[in-house]
């Protein structure tokens, strides 16, 4: 009987293949498939770093680790001091023309090269790892003194020496399980920040368009078609087929649910919600006389929307989305028909649609935002007929009066003032909307034109004793005038010395006013006389009513935040970053990519991001419970824009000159005013370096922000612009 034939396993030669291509290591016995593997591997028995610097002696275990290296031979030599440090055995001295005192007033960081590179290696030298100062956060919740010396900076502190020196032992990741995932995913995905080569390397990510926060203009929703374009068979004449059809396209579609509203609990929840969170950053009505009544239960509608926000839970926020959408939708159906009314009904109505407004603008949903700009003009109109922007503030008060006196003048008091905000309101909203979608704005802002609203403790005193005692602590209460500050020069749009210090909600609405008209100068062409012109308002503005805050402190309504976004908003054009990072699609033309890098290698582009550094660092000083006013989200997507683009599209040298800051590069006014050092600031962010922080700092400072974003408050609109920095980040969208 003939012996069995054994078909060959074809399995068998490929094992027999891998067999024969494993390397062995002759000391250990680990065996390794590839040789490049098997040669780091042995390098570790040995200690042997063949890769050594020629001009400093640092011996490396990668070649691309001391090409890196080699790299900043080429840079200022005070880079290397930083680097210096991770080396126990050495101690570093700066000479003293290096160290600064700790009370110098500026960073100075103008000494030539030659004097930089003065560090010396002496036993009897100040050992740098010794230093008392530990750059940290607390410093700034304490007040923090930016005229240290950046060199005094113990980095160990802050980073490892391993994520400095970049010299990991390279036998490290010769593990099997290393070896493993790298086999099962060999396609791993990079961020897009991977490699730092300059302008030409970036491209902006591909999804960006889709994810943006506002909605794109070629949608592919596409409507089912009503009928024929055209009559059939004749172009004079309209059949009974095609009539038909244009009285259906008349018809008004009904929303797809109509779902009753809410419990009773869910509303009164949702009210109390918003009175206790977002009324104080945003108060247009007047919490203490309001009640519910057939006359104002739109506005209770539009109040429990925006206080679904701050419920917690997802349910909630969809309800107050429902309820957004259908008393949006009553409102276009029924206004003419209610502004027809008494004064009550045109309050109510005007008060809706401000809330509504706002909800949409925090929301985060594109949809929502394209309503609140399509409808701005409209609220503006209603305004005007309500004749909101006359109203004047009510002065000298007589109110030596019985309590049943007293009462009825506090509500009509109340009335008056909410009709002051009504119109405030509406000059914030078009500021925002202008400086968000980089368009005009509908309203001419300068202060002469505003009413003047009340203080804060006057508008939320809840009874009408503590309205009387607050409304005559107040000095510009007792003025006989009835008329608004008017400015002494008629051609100033901001006459801040004649509005009252105690007016937070007027300041508020004219520093809103500000950026709106910085806006309006960029796309009308800005000269440097008028820059000029506006730097000084906003250092007036300052002075007159944010001199006695905190430098890294909450104040009323983050006036502080804004007042460093309209810097940044004058020195930045924002619509031409946001194409830079693909908001229009991941083709940038060459005019834009010339622009942006002019604008990254240049000192507005540095004044800009320290600007938005001073924004992150107040933020994380704050406490949790922090509820944020309605601009901050904004401005903390805009640093993080102006940091990415500053970084990415910057590079090392700039026509042969180098763009490290020095203390003339940042010697600014408006840091002078606030007592920060902004070369320091940018000597941190940058990895405690001079010149353009690497991809690890880049993306350091803008996780930092997208965190932040994720976390502060309840504006959607905060998770939206976190996911657009994530994206840019590690391409998240896709």
């Known amino acids: 009987m003939p012996a069995p034939q054994v078909t060959p396993n074809p399995k068998d030669g490929s094992r027999a293949r891998r067999a024969a291509k494993i390397r062995q290591c002759s000391t250990c016995g680990r065996t390794f498939a590839k040789t490049d593997h098997l040669e780091r591997h042995v390098r570790s028995h040995t200690k042997e770093k063949p890769f050594i610097c020629t001009k400093c002696g640092r011996k490396y275990g990668r070649h691309d680790t001391l090409l890196r290296h080699q790299k900043e031979h080429l840079d200022d030599p005070s880079v290397l001091v930083a680097k210096e440090q991770h080396r126990p055995s050495d101690a570093v001295t700066v000479s003293t023309s290096q160290v600064f005192a700790s009370n110098t007033a500026a960073l100075d960081v103008t000494a030539s090269s030659a004097e930089r590179s003065q560090v010396t290696t002496n036993d009897a030298s100040v050992d740098m790892y010794q230093t008392n100062f530990n750059f940290t956060t607390s410093h700034l919740s304490g007040g923090l003194d930016m005229s240290l010396d950046p060199f005094s900076v113990d980095l160990e502190t802050q980073f490892p020496s391993w994520l400095l020196d970049s010299d990991l032992h390279n036998g490290i990741l010769d593990t099997p399980l290393v070896a493993t995932m790298a086999e099962l995913r060999p396609g791993w ?6 490699t730092f080569g300059g302008t030409t390397s970036y491209r902006p990510v591909s999804s960006m368009k889709r994810i943006w926060f506002t909605a794109n203009d070629d949608c592919d929703d596409v409507m089912p078609q009503s009928g024929p374009t055209t009559p059939p068979g004749s172009r004079d004449e309209v059949d009974d087929s095609y009539r038909q059809t244009l009285t259906q396209s008349l018809q008004i579609r009904p929303m797809k649910e109509q779902t009753a509203l809410p419990s009773a609990d869910f509303l009164n929840l949702c009210v109390r919600s918003y009175f206790a969170r977002f009324h104080p950053v945003f108060p247009v009505v007047h919490a203490p006389t309001f009640r519910p009544s057939k006359a104002n239960s739109m506005v209770l509608l539009s109040i429990c929307s925006v206080g679904s926000l701050f419920t917690g839970s997802v349910h909630a926020v969809r309800q107050g989305v429902q309820i957004y959408d259908r008393l949006h939708k009553a409102v276009l159906g029924n206004w003419d028909r209610l502004i027809a009314r008494g004064i009550d009904q045109k309050i109510s109505l005007i008060q809706t649609a401000i809330i509504g407004q706002t909800f949409g603008l925090l929301s985060g949903e594109p949809r929502h935002l394209a309503i609140v700009d399509a409808f701005n003009g409209t609220l503006i109109s209603w305004a005007r007929r309500s004749a909101t922007f ?3 503030k009510i002065v000298g008060l007589d109110l030596n009066v019985s309590s049943a006196e007293l009462d009825k003048k506090w509500r009509e008091w109340a009335r008056n003032e909410e009709l002051i905000r009504i119109a405030l309101s509406v000059h914030i909203h078009d500021a925002e909307l202008a400086a968000m979608f980089h368009h005009e704005p509908f309203l001419r802002h300068n202060s002469r ?12 005193a809840v009874r009408a004793d503590e309205w009387r005692k607050a409304y005559l602590s107040d000095p510009s209460n007792l003025e006989t005038s009835n ?7 008629e051609h100033l749009d901001f006459d801040l010395l004649a509005m009252p210090n105690s007016s937070y909600f007027t300041a508020y609405t004219v520093l809103e006013g500000i950026c709106a ?12 006389s008028r820059l000029d012109e506006i730097l000084t308002t906003l250092m007036s503005f300052h002075r007159h009513f944010l001199q006695e805050s905190a430098a890294w402190e909450a104040d009323h309504m983050d006036m502080s935040i804004l007042w460093h976004l309209a810097f940044m908003i004058m020195f930045a054009d924002f619509d031409l970053l946001e194409r830079a990072i693909g908001r229009d699609g991941s083709e940038l033309s060459a005019e834009d990519l010339h622009a942006v890098t002019l604008w990254a290698n240049s000192d507005q582009a540095r004044r800009c991001v320290i600007h ?4 992150q660092k107040k933020l994380e000083n704050l ?21 990415f683009c500053y970084t990415r599209f910057g590079s090392e040298q700039n026509g042969g000159q180098r763009t490290t800051a020095t203390a003339e590069s940042t010697e600014y006014p408006e840091f002078k005013l606030i007592g920060v050092n902004p070369a320091l600031l940018l000597f941190q962010a940058s990895g405690y370096k001079h010149g353009k922080p690497t991809t690890t700092e880049t993306n350091a400072s803008l996780s930092g922000l997208t965190d932040l974003l994720r976390r502060i408050g309840h504006w959607e609109i905060a998770r939206r612009f976190a996911a657009i920095l994530g994206a840019l980040l590690h391409d998240e969208a896709e």
């Not at 995905?189 to 991977?194: C, I």
């Not at 008329?483 to 020069?489: E, K, L």
């Not at 008209?517 to 440097?528: K, P």
Request: overall charge neutral; glycine content about 8%.
């Open 189 to 194: 995905p990079e961020s897009p920040n991977t």
């Open 390 to 392: 006359k109203t004047k």
């Open 449 to 460: 034109q505003l009413p003047v609203a009340a203080s804060n403790q006057t508008f939320m």
């Open 483 to 489: 008329t608004t500050p008017a400015s002494i020069d």
């Open 517 to 528: 008209s910085i806006v309006e100068t960029g796309l009308n062409g800005s000269t440097q």
């Open 612 to 615: 938005g550094l001073i924004i």
């Open 623 to 643: 406490p949790l419970g922090f509820e944020p006013a309605i601009h901050v989200p904004r401005a903390m997507f805009r640093a993080g824009i102006a940091w």
